[in-house]
């Protein structure tokens, strides 16, 4: 069983820039980055191969969100540029234990943090 924790969650003005940690407790395979805002389902916002060489974003911050991994660390990242007020929602990291390609659904993810809270204001 790995466990992952993410770090970095924080109230930000809009326009502004923040990057979340994930650090996980074991290797891992692929990794995700997934949102869920106040009254919305979870969503996808993206996903890193094993291998850190491949990376997938959703629509919404493709161009603003940048994903990358350090597997010597274990450790997960995700740089956030030019926030809106509508990124505002818990943020969460998955991994998978063995799966190594891009996964953009969470029902192929493993392993989850608990979150950790991201607030754009405008």
């Known amino acids: 069983q790995v466990r992952l924790a993410e770090s970095g969650g924080s109230l930000v003005q809009a326009g502004g820039s923040l990057s979340l940690s994930c650090t996980a407790s074991?290797?891992?395979?692929?990794m995700g980055w997934f949102r869920r805002a106040p009254g919305k389902e979870r969503e996808f916002v993206a996903s890193i191969d094993a291998n850190g060489e491949s990376t997938f974003y959703a629509d919404s911050v493709r161009g603003r969100f940048t994903i990358s991994r350090d597997n010597a660390k274990n450790t997960l990242t995700l740089q956030m540029n030019s926030l809106k007020p509508g990124d505002t929602a818990v943020y969460y990291c998955?991994?998978?234990?063995?799966?190594?390609?891009?996964?953009?659904?969470?029902?192929?993810?493993?392993?989850w943090g608990q979150g950790t809270q991201v607030t754009v204001s405008s």
């Open positions: 998955a991994a998978s234990a063995a799966y190594g390609a891009i996964i953009l659904h969470d029902f192929y993810y493993d392993y």
């Open positions: 074991g290797r891992t395979s692929a």
